[in-house]
């Protein structure tokens, strides 16, 4: 009787496995079915344990956001589609209309375009101070402020954040302390235990570390706020896919090694630029001769990343010699890749900033970043000599 009633149309049963699967499965149901009434309301009231509609969260996402979570001492996180959508969680999901956001001059581009752009237009109101100069907090952190944002490490000039100085102001005033911490990393700066009381990422970068997604991250040990943030992430829409939280878990897995070779060969590529007669500037904290590079060692656990920037000597003409002469290293605006790439800020990144604003943050028009990749370091300074040969 039942037999004649089945349909190819109906969902299937799981068949009964014993065996555990020893890597996390994907998990791409939109929707999660109760036998009861009973028991769905129970998971809404959080009484039993339970997934219910994917935008709410799902088991990828949240295995990723504990993973995560456990990396930066964070009681709990939330992963969210993107890094800016994480950033807009956080505002959204905190802020007022007539609050203040204090934010670092020296952020990456989309957040300095949402902080003196959008978020004005919903009135929050954004003051902006110099994370490397305390002079300037002063001015910036006001009683009206309720979130201070900054990065520890700064795109793309690699300045470091005065932290000490910064978390001191943002109590002063009693704001949320908020730190993006993709460039840094979880290896080389623990926001949330200095005194930090939010910590975000772009997953998209060295974490998950293959160019092939984009998420974000978000975790807090405060867990008012958490529900909060997560609560702000559905509600919006901000969650993320779980097919990119099951390619980001199998990223993670190599992150620490990753992260060693791409940091020694960061070391050694900003040397050799140093020494080469077409290089008018190389900035790397891991350099005696970077302005913050005291602060570098107090605050990196050891680390000096794995982005150097410089700037080439010559004219528009020298950098497209380079660039094209470069031709085995992609010229695309992401970092954090396993492989080695470059972007010239000034037409990437930081391309809708006025060039005065962007000369003022030291950002010149030959100015090349390069996120230094886990090639044999060899084969990256030939690629490198090449170009610099042509340029
Ligand atoms: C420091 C930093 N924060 C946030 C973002 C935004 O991340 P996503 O592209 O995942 O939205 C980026 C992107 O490059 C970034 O470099």
Request: with cysteine.
């Amino acid at each position: 009787m039942s037999k004649t009633r089945r349909s190819v149309v109906r969902r299937s049963r799981e068949p009964d496995n014993y065996g555990k699967p020893l890597v996390t499965p994907l998990s791409p149901s939109v929707a999660y079915h109760y036998s009861d009434v009973d028991q769905l309301k129970a998971v809404y009231e959080n009484q039993i344990d339970g997934f219910t509609y994917a935008r709410y969260g799902n088991p990828n996402s949240a295995i990723l956001a504990d993973k995560i979570s456990w990396m930066e001492n964070a009681q709990g996180g939330v992963m969210t589609a993107s890094g800016m959508s994480a950033l807009s969680a956080v505002f959204m999901g905190i802020l007022n209309a007539g609050d203040g956001i204090a934010a670092a001059t020296q952020l990456y581009g989309q957040s300095l375009k949402m902080t003196s752009q959008v978020c004005p237009r919903l009135g929050f109101k954004t003051t902006f101070f110099d994370a490397s100069d305390p002079d300037t907090f002063a001015d910036a952190i006001l009683p009206s402020t309720k979130i201070v944002l900054a990065e520890i490490v700064s795109n793309p000039m690699l300045r470091v954040t005065d932290f000490t100085a910064l978390e001191k102001a943002a109590r002063n005033v009693g704001a949320l302390l908020v730190i993006d911490n993709t460039f840094t990393t979880p290896s080389g700066f623990n926001p949330l235990n200095h005194g930090a009381h939010i910590v975000i990422h772009s997953v998209t970068k060295m974490l998950s570390g293959h160019s092939d997604l984009n998420l974000g991250y978000i975790g807090t040990n405060d867990l008012k706020l958490l529900s909060k943030l997560d609560e702000t992430v559905s509600t919006l829409g901000l969650n993320a896919s779980p097919y990119n939280c099951w390619l980001a878990e199998r990223g993670l897995h190599t992150f620490d090694l990753r992260l060693k070779q791409a940091q020694h060969n960061a070391n050694k590529l900003s040397q050799l630029l140093c020494e080469h007669s077409k290089v008018s500037e190389v900035h790397y904290p891991g350099l005696s001769t970077h302005p913050d590079y005291a602060l570098a060692k107090e605050l990196l656990n050891g680390d000096s990343g794995t982005i150097v920037s410089f700037v080439l000597k010559g004219t528009h003409e020298n950098l497209n010699s380079f660039l094209r002469a470069a031709e085995n290293i992609p010229y695309g605006p992401t970092l954090g890749d396993v492989a080695t790439m470059l972007i010239v800020p000034a037409v990437s990144s930081h391309r809708e900033l006025d060039r005065s604003k962007r000369l003022e943050l030291g950002i010149e028009d030959n100015l090349i970043r390069v996120s230094v990749g886990i090639e044999s370091f060899d084969i990256i300074r030939d690629d490198f000599l090449d170009a610099l040969d042509a340029a």
